[in-house]
């Protein structure tokens, strides 16, 4: 039987070094930053009411505030440690109102709402870390809450179909993290990704891209679209059909 449960993969050393991901793992930013560009684009003139998954520290957040001055965002994360920074960090948006931060698990948090009442679902580097078959749960919710016209921005670690070329990938990606954490001395950080990254790739985890978009056709977003993808970093949008179409 398929696990569903809710993880908490982010408390303890890597919650509270967070910033030092952006040493080992630059896209994070860059991807983030296609996520806010995404939701720039998406329907003038109609304030966005937008639901971010793990908002974790803010670095997605931020992006999504910064593309749209009319956007509201309810921003949703399980760490305490994460939500913590994105509180600091996002003090600004939090008083002018247009930011709530709300502590839950993704599928608690769209299952407490209603059919059709989002404009945009908007989540950075996630839905990697769930469990399949949670992730297929909140995959349907994100479609069950989204307005029809509305979208699911998605910019995550897809892994590559090609087994063979991912695998390398990722051990490209473990010798650059040797070598960035032994410049700085924080072999502690090393082991905590290192123990990460086998939750990432480990078979009830694993988020590889054709399979992913063919869920998330099979459940009625169409169309679903690939708009960048370089290496396993990948931004994904997938709308809800308007009515009639
Ligand atoms: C890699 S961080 C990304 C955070 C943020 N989007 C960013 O760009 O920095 C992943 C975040 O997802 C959160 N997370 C993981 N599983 C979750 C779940 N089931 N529900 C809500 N948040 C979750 C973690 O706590 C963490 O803050």
């Known amino acids: 039987m398929q696990k569903t449960q809710v993880e908490r993969l982010f408390s303890g050393l890597i919650g509270?070094?967070?910033?030092?991901?952006?040493?080992?793992?630059?896209?994070?930013?860059?991807?983030?930053?296609?996520?806010?560009?995404?939701?720039?684009?998406?329907n003038p003139g109609k304030p966005p009411d937008v639901f971010e998954i793990g908002c974790g520290t803010g670095i997605t957040s931020l992006s999504l505030l910064h593309a749209r001055k009319d956007a509201s965002i309810t921003a949703v994360d399980n760490e305490p440690t994460m939500l913590g920074q994105a509180r600091q960090h996002l003090a600004l948006w939090l008083e002018q109102g247009r930011l709530?931060?709300?502590?839950?698990?993704?599928?608690?948090?769209?299952?407490?709402?209603?059919?059709?009442?989002?404009?945009?679902?908007?989540?950075?580097?996630v839905t990697h870390n769930f469990l399949?078959?949670?992730?297929?749960?909140?995959?349907?919710e994100i479609y069950r809450v989204l307005k029809p016209g509305g979208i699911f921005i998605n910019g995550d670690r897809y892994a590559l179909d090609d087994t063979i070329a991912h695998t390398r990938l990722i051990q490209d990606e473990v010798r650059y993290w040797f070598k960035t954490f032994a410049e700085i001395g924080r072999h502690d950080l090393l082991e905590q990704w290192i123990v990460h990254l086998f939750s990432d790739e480990s078979a009830d985890?694993?988020?590889?891209?054709?399979?992913?978009?063919?869920?998330?056709?099979?459940?009625?977003?169409?169309?679903?679209?690939?708009?960048?993808?370089?290496?396993?970093?990948?931004?994904?949008?997938?709308?809800?059909?308007?009515?009639g179409e």
Request: glycine share 4%; net charge negative.
């Open 16 to 42: 509270m070094e967070y910033d030092l991901l952006k040493l080992i793992c630059p896209a994070v930013v860059e991807i983030s930053q296609k996520v806010g560009e995404t939701l720039a684009l998406w």
């Open 100 to 125: 709530r931060l709300v502590e839950t698990d993704a599928l608690s948090g769209l299952r407490a709402l209603p059919d059709t009442s989002v404009d945009v679902v908007a989540s950075g580097y």
């Open 132 to 140: 399949q078959a949670y992730r297929e749960q909140v995959f349907k």
């Open 205 to 243: 985890h694993i988020m590889r891209l054709q399979p992913s978009l063919a869920y998330l056709k099979q459940i009625g977003f169409d169309p679903v679209e690939v708009r960048f993808q370089e290496g396993i970093n990948t931004l994904l949008v997938a709308e809800k059909p308007r009515l």
